[in-house]
């Protein structure tokens, strides 16, 4: 089956420093990725969507250079969490959709979540 | 724009059936799923239904869907603890390989020993 990998898993970094967290498929292209973040207790909240070699599109309300996305490959998302601040601190998912082409299903396969805690 | 509205906790006791309810509202959505998230993981594909079924069985889990209404719902036969969990339906609007699928809030799903 299709797996998502994320590295790291958690990671405690001190307010004003940077953290990049990795996104990667690992049987499978992937021609778009999407990074979501989510609250204790709350559902999802779409950040934006990673495109391959293009511009990752920002939804409403995301900073686009707070979190700074690269997809710099048809494997490999990630996301930078500039300057973190504790507000920050959060459970990033990301997921991917297969570059199949038409008939697939497209649904998301997910990564295992990144526990971000800024002090 | 699309939603999806899911209730937001459920209940149950070991050994009951536990049935989790979503709306949605993009009618070409072409395939419909559902998700299972555990503490502190990932979501994980547990079923999906293309919006051409009512209804598809897997196990101990059966999915209906009634697209006239655009109502879906989970069944889970013989609950047990491990089904503890977050449960997530999703719609894919258009069916795109750009767009992202559309979560419901999740569905908080407590098994009672």
């Known amino acids: 089956g299709a797996v998502v990998s994320q590295h790291p898993s958690w990671v405690i970094c001190k307010s004003g420093t940077s953290v990049k967290i990795e996104c990667r498929s690992l049987?499978?292209?992937?021609?778009?990725m999407f990074w979501y973040r989510q609250f204790p207790k709350q559902s999802l909240m779409l950040m934006a969507t990673s495109n391959e070699g293009s511009k990752a599109t920002y939804e409403q309300g995301v900073e686009k250079d707070k979190f700074l996305i690269n997809h710099a490959s048809l494997t490999l998302s990630t996301l930078t969490v500039t300057s973190a601040h504790p507000e920050d601190s959060s459970f990033y998912i990301c997921?991917?959709?297969?570059?199949?082409?038409?008939?697939?299903?497209?649904?998301?396969?997910f990564g295992p979540g990144t526990r971000l805690t800024v002090l | 724009g699309e939603d999806v509205e899911q209730s937001l906790f459920l209940s149950v006791r070991e050994g009951d059936s536990s049935v989790i309810n979503c709306t949605y509202t993009?009618?070409?959505?072409?395939?419909l799923y559902w998700y299972k998230q555990e503490p502190g993981a990932g979501l994980q594909l547990l079923t999906y239904i293309f919006s051409n079924m009512d209804m598809k069985q897997d196990q101990r889990l059966t999915v209906l869907l009634n697209k006239k209404d655009k109502h879906l719902s989970l069944r889970i036969a013989d609950t047990q603890t491990g089904d503890s969990a977050i449960y997530f339906c999703a719609e894919s609007p258009g069916n795109s390989g750009n767009t992202p699928l559309v979560f419901g809030k999740g569905t908080r799903l407590s098994v009672i020993a």
């Open positions: 993009d009618s070409s959505s072409t395939y």
């Open positions: 049987d499978f292209q992937a021609t778009t």
């Open positions: 997921s991917a959709r297969d570059a199949a082409g038409p008939g697939t299903r497209y649904e998301q396969f």
